[in-house]
């Protein structure tokens, strides 16, 4: 199989990840005989310093033109602390998202036996947890009006959605319900805004078409309380993107690994792939950042746009063997030896 | 001193914690000469039966013409998956903020030696956990204009900030700091809500007034992972109205104790004190919740609303005391005897 897959390293840690990543599936693809071909785009705050431009034209065409965007991370700290600065980096990254379609993030947060332990949260809290939680990703207070008024002394910011936005990401929701065990849990703030009795009356309109899925609704912040309090209880959440932002980042943390997760976006033009972390920028250029949610990122790739879910199995028991071998960045080395980022792919890569 | 109390029982078992904080502010007030007027006034669903409104006018005159208000909780099931009910219990809520201009939810989250060991997260994470979290409660997205369209398919709700709400609440918050280890965090989303720029704008400008404070500024997606990662990485934090009930939620859990975490709402009119917890329509009129975050809310308001502070410390002196003793409801009673409660708010009241 020919497999066109644009690659998007973006800044801080984001070259370094993705290099491990691409050795990985380079090594996959031998193996099997499917021929990559990997086309490479600018973005991020590297793109703002070649060309101005967070997520370029010309990137964009890459991305149109694969079958799939393998992605690393975007975002610099210098310009975070700059409130006026007219271009940044995370505009890139939403420019992206719209521009491809990009309407439904898939996280999941499962944990790795060997690796438990490393959470914050006990044991006993977290076993057993497996739950994905899909994020609306194009629509909300992210691509609402926004502005000032009053001098700049007033600021203002809109949500909205429309019925068919939110079905679209409920349809999934849904069909992945069908798929784990049926179980559905609606995230919202009905409670308050009309937006979200817009996504409360949508999905219960659509119980119907799926009886055997049971539905629950919940506040977000009760949903805030809860996911550290009991994940496992949870299984497929569906939610509004802000919200999805917030408690896909706090569920990260429940499995301790969170340099281990992967995360998928999925599209009307493409489907994109990318490892949850942040670009790191402390740790950039260092050969010490954990590429394993990558690597793991570009599992989800080979099974979920390209059906090839051998491929994608290898590449999970692969870095399992690395993790119960102790071949680990320093992250989750502890007192054992550390690997580089670049040596822990090579591991890898070799025994695929 | 002679202390005119507004009392605000509410729904579910808000009325039970409710009466056990008045038998301990009634004994508080025998033993240091003061003299307490309760006037009682209704709200929420309680109030919705009974009059069609759940912030009644009447109401909101007993509020303005004390100097505090003790108040329990409301919210009903009935409600919450009505997209369509057009009076609402919360309404209420967000009523009585308004008018009362309570534009500060002062948010303690520590924990109780005794009682850490029921917390979800470590007891290494967690040891030394002492923050604020300063939710301002009158803005944002909970006010703004808010509708349908097309037909009833689009729905959109504003996020509106002012420049001056913003200081308010940030001024609290430098103060805060000061009074305890100069650190403030300001939580935001400047990296795409125009808002949270001005937010941040806003802060940044404070700064010269407060030499000595140091400030960090940090998304609310990060702060959501940091909270349950290291919690007692912070200590005062500042936020907008709809990040602020999302992370306070998140942050109730920390403890371990939520059934006791107590809250101040700082107003221009009054200021008034609550427990964090809901109203827990399921445990309604069996006298079984735990009434001590009411009577730990007593405590704060001895102290904020009438610098009572010798009171305050005495209430919750007794409160450890009966903690110490098991004098507990059942959340807290393990396998032991677990007590009513009212048999709790008696023990109490009888100690202080
Ligand atoms: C960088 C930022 C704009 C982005 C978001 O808020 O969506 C990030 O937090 C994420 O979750 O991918
Ligand atoms: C009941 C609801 C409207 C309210 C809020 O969102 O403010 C509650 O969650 C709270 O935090 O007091």
Known sequence: MKLNIALLAGDGIGPEVIDQAVKVSNAVAKKFNHEI???SGITGAAAIDAVGEPYPDATHEICMAADAVLFGAIGHPRFDNDPKATVRPEQGLLKMRQKLGLFANVRPTFTFPSLIDNSPLKRERIEGTDLIILRELTGGIYFGERGRKDDGNT??????????????????????????????????????????????ETVQDMEKDYPEVEVSYEFVDAVAM???????????????????????????????????????????????FEPIHGSYPQAAGKDIANPLATVLSAAMMFEDAFGLK???????????????????????AGKNKAYKTSEVGDWLAANI
């Open 226 to 272: 809860r996911l550290v309090q009991w994940p496992s209880a949870y299984d497929v959440l569906i939610t509004e993107n802000l919200f999805g932002d917030i408690l896909t980042d706090e569920a990260s943390v429940i499995s301790g690994s969170m340099g281990l997760m992967p995360s998928a976006s999925i599209g009307v033009h493409t489907s994109l």
């Open 37 to 39: 071909v990997w086309t």
């Open 155 to 200: 600021a203002f910011d809109t949500c909205t959605y429309t019925r068919a936005e939110i079905q679209r990401l409920a349809k999934l929701g849904f069909e992945m319900a069908m798929g784990r065990s049926k179980k559905l849990c609606c995230v919202d703030k009905a409670n308050v805004l009309e937006s979200s009795r817009l996504w409360r």
């Open 310 to 332: 051998e491929e994608a199995e290898l590449i999970r028991s692969v870095v399992n063997k690395s993790l119960a071998e102790g071949i680990v960045t320093e992250d989750l």
